[in-house]
């Protein structure tokens, strides 16, 4: 079974669906804050700091940027 990261500070109803919907292609997913994310550059490290995914990098990656709230708050967020 492939592992999916969701970035998302707020899984909320969308990001429950969308962990469903991989769960039926036989995907695990797991939410993760892009803030507590992190990069190095240290030869013969892994680039990428991904909580949940010290050992592998995800099979996936899925950025969901629009942030929660009412719909008034999303529209002007997307404006």
Known sequence: M???AIFTDDPGWHG???SLAFANMGYSSDFVSLTRCSF???????????PGY???????????????????????YLD
């Open 54 to 76: 010290e050992y592998a990098l995800p099979d996936a990656a899925f950025v969901r940027g629009v942030p929660g709230g009412s719909l008034e708050e999303v529209v002007v």
């Open 16 to 18: 429950k669906q969308l």
């Open 40 to 50: 190095t550059i240290k030869a013969g490290q892994n680039p990428l700091t991904i």
């Open 2 to 4: 492939g592992r999916i």
